[in-house]
């Protein structure tokens, strides 16, 4: 599910950045002087992007000349894309580059180092991201997430049903939800019916209807090792997930007590991966850059 991003796209980040042409090359005259650009890990990271920010770079006229695909794991000082050009096309796709491989490597790899803590667990557990990525980004952000093993929970309202308190308030409430569940399930025929439990009891009723999955919000380790197995008891078929405060920290312990899924948000969220990018001219002076 690792897609590439639009043209559209690519060229839309491009235009943020060089709306009008770069005046600095201009002024300093080097535009035409050939050259090439070097990005390298500087820690281990799981990759994200490289294709994106190899079509953003050829379409600035540069030359690829190494790509390492995303979802690779790679250690630190990886070349993990090269190119060649004039100074010109290397200044108007470096920055724009760099952001691409640093943020969307950044969810990669966090994502992988979640997904290897709850499998060293639990190797089917299904590590699944909510919808909570910071808007405008959600077609890099699920790249990445893809990129890191995880799959999305929710891509939008349109394609999942997913029923909260928030839902069964408009229908009178659980009890009046739970009369209907026949009806509702009528309409969920090629999708899984997932309903939000805020306490056991609740979780252990759903557990005797025909929904396909329970969610489970933020209950604490202890108590949801205790009802994972009540539930179990009561209706093995059904699916559970953890959802609500799940991160590297304590993916595993989450993954311990049983359920099936885990989902989180916490993996869009944190420090960039940290590329080095080195901008060579024929001349061989290098320029070594981080993320400025």
């Known amino acids: 599910m690792i897609n590439c991003l639009l043209d559209s796209e690519i060229e839309r980040y491009l235009e943020e950045d060089l709306p009008f042409g770069d005046l600095t090359t201009h002024l300093l005259g080097i535009g035409q002087q050939p050259g090439k650009i070097c990005f390298t890990t500087r820690h281990k990271t799981t990759l994200c992007c490289t294709e994106e920010a190899a079509r953003l770079l050829e379409k600035c006229g540069c030359l690829i000349t190494h790509n390492i695909p995303s979802g690779t794991t790679v250690p630190s000082d990886q070349d993990i894309l090269s190119a060649e050009g004039t100074a010109q096309a290397l200044h108007a796709g470096w920055k724009v580059a760099v952001n691409l491989l640093e943020y969307g490597s950044g969810i990669a790899t966090r994502t992988a180092k979640i997904v290897t803590a709850a499998r060293e667990i639990n190797p089917f557990i299904a590590v699944m991201t909510t919808r909570k990525s910071f808007p405008g980004t959600k077609k890099i952000a699920i790249k990445a997430i893809c990129a890191g093993g995880a799959l999305p929970h929710r891509l939008g309202l349109s394609e999942t049903v997913l029923v909260f308190k928030q839902h069964t308030a408009f229908m009178g409430g659980l009890d009046a939800f739970l009369k209907d569940i026949s009806r509702i399930k009528q309409g969920t025929v090629e999708t ?62 989450f993954a311990a007590t049983g359920v099936d899924i885990l989902v989180l948000s916490s993996v869009y969220f944190g420090k960039t991966a940290d590329i080095a990018a080195k901008i060579t001219s024929k001349n061989q002076h290098d320029i070594s850059t981080g993320f400025v």
């Not at 329970?214 to 997930?241: G, H, T, Y």
């Open 192 to 253: 899984k019916l997932i309903v939000e439990a805020e306490t056991p009891d609740e979780a252990k009723r759903l557990a005797l209807t025909g929904v396909d999955v329970i969610q489970l919000d933020k209950l604490p380790i202890d108590q949801l090792k205790v009802l994972v197995d009540d539930i179990r008891q009561i209706n093995p078929a059904v699916k559970i997930s953890a959802a609500g405060g799940i991160n590297e920290q304590n993916a595993a312990a």
